[in-house]
């Protein structure tokens, strides 16, 4: 399984950027998809997540802001963006995973100026 991120950028703060997350194969063949992010010198965490059926989950830092989704047909999982903040800035990472297996994407750099 290969999952190729895209759309990352340079915006200004209180703009917008969609990530889209290709995989090589059927979504669906996974039990959920998601987003997380790492900044330099900081741990990973998770951004959100949805399910096979549609159940999305946000972290709160990023609720109502961010909207995940996901379109079957183009194998592909978005992460739409608004209302940016310099603290969101990091390199934002695809997942899919399989029951105890995890497949990650090789990650987009996402910046926000102030």
């Known amino acids: 399984v290969q999952l190729q991120a895209s759309g990352g950028g340079l915006v200004q703060a209180g703009g917008s950027l969609r990530l889209s997350c290709v995989a090589s194969?059927?979504?669906?063949?996974?039990?959920?998809m998601g987003w997380f992010r790492q900044a330099p010198g900081k741990q990973r965490e998770l951004v959100a997540t949805i399910t096979k059926s549609g159940s999305t989950y946000y972290a709160s830092s990023v609720k109502g802001r961010f909207t995940i989704s996901r379109d079957n047909a183009k194998n592909t999982v978005y992460l739409q963006m608004n209302s940016l903040k310099p603290e969101d800035t990091s390199v934002y990472l695809c997942?899919?995973?399989?029951?105890?297996?995890?497949?990650w994407g090789q990650g987009t750099q996402v910046t926000v100026s102030s």
């Open positions: 997942n899919a995973a399989l029951y105890d297996l995890a497949y």
């Open positions: 194969g059927s979504i669906l063949s996974f039990n959920g």
